[in-house]
């Protein structure tokens, strides 16, 4: 209260004994008023901090969660390199100087991996005998190369990003485009890792299959592209499966062409070639088959690509496009589509900024979803497109004229 207020209710208080006794109430009305509205401000400010407390307490544990696991993502990206998973694996339990023994790695960097990734998880730790050992799961995710469920090449392309995070920074600031041969070597072999496990479980048993009358083709001969083909994973395997067909992988990445061509000389694979060239300028060979894995919105001109496959496939043909499983919007994504934070975060690194770096720079994203792709196919030349088949990761659309 302020000193005149005082003065004058002293002075009334003094003087007028009723007046007195009314401001007396009107004082202690005020003084309730006021307890009243702090009380009552109190709990409207205490639930507003509890539930922003809440927010916070949450968000900081997961995301506290999130930057452990980038440690543990190159941690686990080190121990496969290196061979640890591999030998632990085989070795079943073991102390860290026996580890440290067969894999010929120093004993107190194993020392402090193990017990990150015991921390992490990722092993287990025996105190009784001081052995570390992993579970079936374990092996499973980090060790098995090979089998559907090892994690190894979706961390080593998380790692790629890493590796050159200044260019990507400066590439996020500048708006301008980044050539996909501008990443680091281990995104290249980091993406066929990371869709190698995918491509293994799906392409023969599920995709083609779920396309009407391409499988019987290729039983019986054909010819086939498969563009932005990469390291000629996909190809290579269909060619395995349909050695009657005859198949053409295109890419614009010679370095990924040189790959291909050496993964089917290992392969023994003698029904496919490799050809480095932009999807706008495959040749006519009036294709039987065509198919696009994962590549089509990472295209500077998707349109023009599709236009021009279109242009070549013969009478009757299909083409295949597997893109990421996407959702319409961004809304139907953040609900749905648990992929959604991980190929946006790819995206933003990498197929925006390798769109951007070619002519048209379309910028369709990792999570175009179906109806945009739609769009971009029938801007082409197209006027079939029906989802054929799908997954968490996945979505495969049957493409025809
Ligand atoms: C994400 S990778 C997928 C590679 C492969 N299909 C796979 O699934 O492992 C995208 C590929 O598209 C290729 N690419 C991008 N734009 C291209 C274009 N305009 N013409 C041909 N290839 C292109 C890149 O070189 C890269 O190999």
Redesign the pocket.
Known sequence: MQNHQRENFYMVSTSYPSANIELLLQKFVFVLYLLIGATLNKIHRSEYMSAEMEELESLAAKVGGDAAGALGVLLAYIGDQAGVYRALDELGPVTIAQLAKETTLDERYLQEFLSANAGHGYVNYHPGDETFDMSTAQAAVFAREGQPTCMQGFFQAIVSQYATHETALETFKSGQGRA??DHDQCC?CG??R???PG?EANILEHWIPSLSGVEQKLIAGGKVA?????????TIMMAKAFPNATFHG????AP?VEAATNNAKAEGVSNVQFFE??????PDNQYDFAC?????H?????VG?ATRIFEVLGDDATLML?EPMAEDSLQANLEKNPMSSTYYSFSTL??VP??KA?EVGLQLGAQAGQARLTGVLEQAGFTKVRRASSNAANMVLEVKA
């Not at 498969?226 to 996909?234: F, L, W």
């Not at 295109?250 to 990445?253: G, R, S």
Request: aromatic share 18%.
């Open positions: 996909w041969g290249f993406t066929d990371f869709f190698r491509y498969d563009i932005g083909c990469g390291h000629g994973t996909s295109f890419d614009f990445h990924s060239s932009a999807a706008k300028e495959m696009i894995f994962d590549a089509l990472d295209m500077g001109d998707p690509a597997v990498v197929c390798t769109s070619q």
